[in-house]
């Protein structure tokens, strides 16, 4: 197969898949399919709602029909109808792993692309994944239900290749096409295919791993070691708080060692750091090891929501500030800034504490979908905060909107109101208190 008969299929169009299959679809005629019927409508009219591709980018690649019924060397066409992808001979999946509420890995999504694309798998065609797995996921899992639905036989009919996503939601620097990529196969041949099928629009350049297992483990270990050292930074900023040090004045100075790595305190949320880890302790667990170190980053990253909280309560308790009752603007509720995704928002932590110690907080998130908002964690989200009607004992900054850091917070404050800054990122003369 030469790069002129790629035809590929981009399976899951959210903050990884959409980027993907444009660019894909510079070069190669690409379907991209989801089961989300609104987001396929709002993408065939040229708009992005997650924002990761400006609308006139978008645009510049769609097509109206099925490249592949049309023999279009380039272009995208999206879809929700699964009977587009059956001339595929590429399938790529991006869909999002998960974990339950118990912080178990959920696999469905992958259970379900896979069975889709099974039923339209031919021979010789090829299946990558790129959805953050342990290892083991793509051949174990994945590849039973390709066989199953399909009635192919893997190594033989059809192939998998795995080649781990890099996508930063937000970053309009680091860009799918600038990040270099990992790839793999289920042969030597196939991994060697897919290699050339990425490097092909990847200007930074692709690394093939050994084995499909290498590549999966590299994916999981990138997130869980940023997990670890955020960890150390929030346990570095519980000790100070109580020794009244602050935590940024010292990793300033800490920082003007050559090899001192600048990690910083916050809220860990989102789909990747805050969910990654799960899944390499969980298959740590299923072959006989429990994993101390991981799981221990896990808990201290996820109970900063409720420090957080605590520390504004002590600060307003010294202020003689009623808690009971209180008026708090909360600012930011996605999971980063300049960002819409609030999967896995760990602001939700701070507000449901602090409404727990009976204050009233109000949040405002000029990024977030307010539908969007109230249906995942029933939480009222304003896009807009009148600076005349509303006052407030506190103010806490949880992600670091571009906007936020524009505005004049003290206007926002009561007499005696206090500023909290969760990010470290306000100029310390016009704030309380920082993590």
Known sequence: MNNREYKIAIIGLGYV??????????QYPVIGFDINQKRIADLQNGADTTLELEDKVLQSVLLQKNPFNENSTEGLFCSSDSTDLQNANVYIVT??????KHNRPDLTPLYKSSETVAKVL?????????????PGVTEEECVPVLERVSGLKFNEDFFVGYSPERINPGDKEHTVDKILKVTSGSTPEIGKVVDNLYKSVITAGTHLAPTIKVAEASKVIENSQR???????????????????????VLEAAGTKWNFLKFKPGLVGGHCIGVDPFYLAQKAQEIGYYSELILAARRLNDSMGAFVASQVVKLMIKSDINVKGAKILNLGITFKEN???IRNSKAVDVISNLEDYGAQVTTYDPWADPAEVFEEYGIVCHSYIDIHENKFDAIILTVAHQEFLNMSLKNYLEKNGLIYDVKGILNKDKINKRL
């Open 122 to 134: 031919k021979k010789n065609d090829i299946v990558i994944y790129e959805s953050t797995v342990y």
């Open 339 to 341: 960002c819409p995704d």
């Open 95 to 100: 869909v999002p792993t998960p974990v339950d």
């Open 17 to 26: 898949g959409l980027p993907l299959a444009r660019l894909f679809a510079t």
């Open 227 to 249: 997990d670890l050292n955020i960890a150390f930074m929030n346990e570095l900023a519980k000790i100070f708080s109580l020794m009244d040090i602050d935590t940024h004045d």
